[in-house]
């Protein structure tokens, strides 16, 4: 069980990869490098423009717009207060942010289809290599030297370099990105006192929640063993959990099989996103 506040973290300035723009990171939790359920749990702050081109990825991502609105295509946003879900394997984009700030709760991880995510850490060293045979310009690695694709996607590119062989996307789930709108939800009632629920989805074969919980002040949200990882996102309000104190904006990680429970000092509500263990999913899909 992992919990982090937003004042324990520093935060990083840098350039967006593959994708350019200058952008803010302020990384709250990260997963095991190299293992199928890899993820990466940040804060991205932007002044400036940034453009990315229509793309897809080979593993899955949320975005909930804490503030201002993000370009996920033409004439396309994830709104002030929306999340976005974004199937590995979907094209969206492209991206074409106006110099407005924007800010915004993005988790990378990896897909159904186990093809896992690569680290921030792998990310940057891929990058650093590639600058040698070429460089990045709007979301596109344009070759100039050695053997490869002359202009490919960016992140396609830091991929390939880090696993050494040819990026295969799994196919595509949904036709586009999935935009919801949590404000047009209802709470529901809990079994539990003083807890209230939003279920805004459920996503592929692997059973991916997306969930809002609103807690009363004092009382407790009790969260039971789960063959999955647990993230959860302070949206306002403030209270302990695991023994720790946790402020908005902070975030917690429940591990496979861990209970634990957040009591709230201030009434509370949570971004929660439940991801079952792909060994699940393997498994079923070595049967068929």
Not at 65 to 79: A, H, N, P
Not at 144 to 170: C, H, I, M, S
Not at 183 to 206: A, P, Y
């Amino acid at each position: 069980m992992r919990v982090v506040n937003l004042a324990d973290i520093q935060s990083s300035k840098r350039d967006n990869g593959p994708r350019g723009g200058g952008l803010e990171f302020t990384s709250l939790l990260e997963g095991q490098e190299g293992a199928p359920e890899n993820y990466w749990w940040t804060i991205a702050k932007s002044e400036g423009e940034r453009y990315s081109p229509r793309h897809r990825h080979n593993f899955d991502q949320f975005r909930y717009s804490l503030e201002g609105d993000l370009s996920i295509g033409t004439k396309k946003y994830v709104r002030e207060g929306e999340v976005g879900y974004f199937p590995e394997g979907t094209h969206y984009g492209p991206q074409d942010d106006a110099g407005t700030a924007r800010t915004s709760l993005v988790l990378q991880f990896g897909g159904a289809s186990g093809s896992g995510y690569i680290s921030q850490r792998q990310s940057r060293q891929a990058l650093e290599a590639l600058q040698e045979y070429g460089k990045f310009e709007r979301g596109i690695f344009h070759r100039e030297r050695g053997e490869g694709k002359k202009n490919q996607d960016g992140f396609e590119a830091l991929w390939e370099w880090v696993n050494k062989k040819k990026l295969t996307y799994p196919k595509r789930r949904y036709q586009e990105a999935v935009i919801l709108d949590p404000s047009s939800f209802n709470w529901r009632e809990t079994d539990q006192e003083g807890v209230k629920r939003k279920l805004l989805g459920v996503f592929s074969e692997r059973e991916t929640r997306l969930e809002f919980f609103r807690i009363e002040h004092g009382a407790t949200w009790r969260v039971g063993a789960e063959d999955a990882l647990r993230l959860g996102f302070i949206i306002k309000g403030s209270g302990e959990c695991a023994g720790k104190h946790i402020d908005a904006w902070g975030a917690f990680e429940g591990g496979v099989n861990d209970e634990f429970k957040l009591t709230a000092d201030n009434p509370c509500e949570i971004l929660a996103i439940t991801i079952p263990s792909i060994a699940a999913i393997q498994q079923a899909q070595a049967a068929e």
